[in-house]
């Protein structure tokens, strides 16, 4: 498991699965805005990648998020669109309804830059978001992403076009922090 101050990004456990299709994918709102795609229900058992994960598929690798202290789950996270040519990788993720706001996404996105800078040597990681979310946007910019442009009217979201948002950061800019992880 990758540890951070507060949070753990451990492998996907069977029982994480129908806790994540509930709490995250079902939200039709949360998934829409999160997941820049269409929204359609995802069957209890369904072998959807964002839930079932491929440990084979060098692409992309999905965590699940927990609290350290209890080990409670509260979220997805992925390095995704991994490039070890180039060297870059997308980062997302996706915490609980009831985890959000409490610090927990600044943590997972400075674990998550560990994880592509220092456990897999990449040299450039970024996100995508939509330019309302201000959630994503502080967690990304306090871990040191900077705004490199904007997408405009790129993502259609439950009946209109906004805005998305390119962030990123290079290893050489990246100031992990002190503790060892
Ligand atoms: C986006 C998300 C991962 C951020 O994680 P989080 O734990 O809620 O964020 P944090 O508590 O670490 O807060 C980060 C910053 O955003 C601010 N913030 C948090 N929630 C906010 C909200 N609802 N509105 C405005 N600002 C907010 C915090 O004050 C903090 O700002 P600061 O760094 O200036 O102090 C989480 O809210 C989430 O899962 N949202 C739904 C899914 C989603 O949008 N995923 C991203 C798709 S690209």
């Known amino acids: 498991m990758l540890r951070g101050r507060t949070i753990g ?3 996907r456990h069977e029982e994480d ?7 995250l994918y079902d939200d039709v709102v949360n998934a829409v805005r999160a997941e820049g795609g269409p929204w359609r229900p995802l069957t209890p058992g369904t ?3 964002r839930l079932v994960v491929d440990d084979t598929a060098q692409g992309w690798v999905q965590f699940s998020v927990v609290e350290l202290e209890g ?7 992925t390095l995704w669109d991994i490039d070890t040519h180039h060297r870059s990788a997308h980062i997302g993720l996706g915490l609980l309804p009831s985890a959000r706001g409490k610090g927990y996404g600044t943590d997972v996105v400075a674990t998550l830059c560990h994880y592509g800078f220092v456990v897999r ?6 996100v995508e978001t939509l330019s309302d979310n201000t959630a ?5 910019e306090r ?4 705004r490199e442009g904007v997408l405009r009217s790129s993502a259609w979201v439950l009946g209109e076009f906004l805005d998305e948002v390119v962030l990123g950061l290079l290893v050489e ?3 992990a922090e002190p503790e060892s992880r």
Do not use: C, H, Y
């Open 9 to 11: 990004l451990r492998a």
């Open 17 to 23: 699965i129908p806790v994540l299709r509930t709490e």
């Open 47 to 49: 072998k959807d990648p």
């Open 71 to 77: 080990g409670t789950l509260i979220g997805t996270a």
């Open 121 to 126: 040597s990449l040299r450039r990681l970024q």
């Open 136 to 140: 994503m946007l502080r967690s990304a």
């Open 143 to 146: 871990n040191g992403f900077v």
């Open 173 to 175: 800019e990246w100031k």
